[in-house]
């Protein structure tokens, strides 16, 4: 009937009616910063506040609110959430950190060992050298005094780093003769238990050499319980080759030298100058080339007149 179609119309009606009173139809977001708007879109999404969702609880949004502030600690200071009927404002003030690693120290970089100058990276100071220049530590590489025609113009702390080519030599003594251990396939257990970081072994060891294979079998809180596998071992005597020996010569010179190094230099070539083979040792002379970083920032004092800007 007419009247069922009305009210049915009428329900349809209502319902539609709260449906979208209840769902966002634009977000704006407000701060100059397009970063920052575009930051604040993406975490919007991940929680479901988009265009044609449902709105959420005004305890829901002030929840999401404080975890995108503690997301973003160094970028966000206030955020707030505004609904005007089917709009949410969405305002921000984005936090500005003050960098307090700056300071008016004036430095230079100097060298801390001789070498020959293969790469500059510089982000600020004047460079006083060039590529393939010779340089000897304690040289100044980078000023902060800052110069145009000979007059001082600008103090600051130069900053960079720049390598160079330096060179090592290192001698090493290689036995010809060494001793292995290899696994018989005889095996023992054990089991070990662990209080406060000390081992104990439950029964006496059973073989002179052996490797020792350890599976956890209980935890409680500091206690480990292990059971150890015993692998027995007996020691084999080898005898390296000149080859073999002059190899084992040269990588335990690379080793040797890269402990005095840092992760950003690189050994870049090596030449054996001399080998000595005598009765049961060879004895050898390795020069090995490394391009490594050769600088470090050093203040100087300055006593500034009127004539430095």
Known sequence: SLIFILITSLLIGIILFIIMSNMIFKINIIHENKEIRELIKEELDEYGIKVLSFKKSYKELDKIRQEILDKYPDKLDWMEFEIDGLIINVRIEERIITDTTKDDKV??????????????????????????????????????????????????CASGEIYATTWYTVNV????????????G?????????????????????????????????????FNLYLETEMETEKVTKTYTEEEALEMGINKAIENIKIKLSDKDEII????????????????EVFIIVKELISTQKEIIIEQDEGID
């Open 173 to 184: 003594k290689i036995p010809f003769n060494y001793n292995e251990y290899i696994e018989t």
């Open 186 to 222: 005889k095996k023992k257990y054990n089991i070990i238990w662990e209080n406060n970081g000390n081992k104990h072994l439950l029964l006496r060891e059973r073989f002179t050499n052996y490797n020792s294979y350890l599976k956890n079998i209980l935890k409680v809180f500091d």
């Open 107 to 156: 430095c230079d970089i100097v060298a801390v060992k001789s070498g020959i100058i293969n790469d500059i990276l510089i982000e600020n100071g004047e460079i006083l050298v060039n590529i393939n220049d010779y340089v000897k530590e304690g040289d100044t590489l980078v000023t902060g005094i800052v110069k145009y025609n000979e007059e001082e113009k600008r103090l600051t």
């Open 269 to 284: 070539d090596k030449k054996v100058l001399k080998k000595v083979v005598n009765d049961s040792t060879m004895d050898i």
